[in-house]
T-cell receptor, first 111, second 113 residues
Framework: DQQVKQNSPSLSVQEGRISILNCDYT??????FLWYKKYPAEGPTFLIS?????DKNEDGRFTVFLNKSAKHLSLHIVPSQPGDSAVYFC??????????FGTGTSLTVIP | ETGVTQSPTHLIKTRGQQVTLRCSSQ?????VSWYQQALGQGPQFIFQ???????GRGNFPPRFSGLQFPNYSSELNVNALELDDSALYLC????????????FGPGTRLLVL
């Protein structure tokens, strides 16, 4: 049973516009959430995280929003750049325990 | 400072065979985790080693086993390979407990025929 879901396999956005990637989870005990970025032939790299005590975390062009009641998080990239083209995974879990990854969303930023 | 490296990059095996995948952790990292990423899926946690002891395991059968060595390098062994074991195997190392301090290697792509 998939505990973390990313329902959009792909997303295309024009350069300079906002990219919004979505992620849903099922386990209300999860208290920590992360986004990873993956380029071809490379391992995932950490992008941004948020704990369940917050509803927003910002790092430069990247902002993660958490809606605990809806068990939903989203990653906003503003403005999107061609170098942002990659596969984005969300991950969720309980601190100190196993983390679960979504299936990924492939983002293409069109110059 | 070198990153996480994995060998081999690609591997082809036949059903029933055994395979050993290797991972060299980033310098100073004492915790290593292994993940299986099947085609079209996200990484799935196999197990984690801390100071040479397994201290966490996902939903994988005992034919998936591992080792961590005193220099913190690691091996993933899979016995009695099945077709569904075909996947990208990722190794990740870290020095702390926070998930974001985890660094992934590029992976080993295993094909079981």
């Amino acid at each position: 049973d998939q505990q973390v879901k990313q329902n959009s396999p792909s997303l295309s956005v024009q350069e300079g516009r906002i990219s919004i990637l979505n992620c849903d989870y099922t386990n209300s005990m999860f208290d920590y959430f992360l986004w990873y970025k993956k380029y071809p032939a490379e391992g995932p790299t950490f992008l941004i995280s948020i704990s369940s005590i917050k509803d927003k975390n910002e790092d430069g062009r990247f902002t993660v929003f958490l809606n605990k009641s809806a068990k939903h998080l989203s990653l906003h990239i503003v403005p999107s750049q061609p170098g942002d083209s990659a596969v984005y995974f969300c991950a969720a879990g309980r601190t100190g325990n196993q983390f679960y990854f979504g299936t990924g969303t492939s983002l293409t930023v069109i110059p | 400072e070198t990153g996480v490296t994995q060998s081999p990059t690609h591997l082809i095996k036949t059903r029933g065979q055994q395979v050993t995948l290797r991972c060299s952790s980033q310098s100073g990292h004492n915790t290593v985790s292994w993940y299986q990423q099947a085609l079209g899926q996200g990484p799935q946690f196999i197990f984690q080693y801390y100071r040479e002891e397994e201290n966490g395991r996902g939903n994988f059968p005992p034919r998936f086993s591992g080792l961590q060595f005193p220099n913190y390098s690691s091996e993933l062994n899979v016995n009695a390979l099945e077709l569904d074991d075909s996947a990208l195997y990722l190794c990740a190392s870290r020095s702390g407990t926070l998930e974001e301090t985890q660094y992934f290697g590029p992976g080993t792509r295993l094909l079981v025929l």
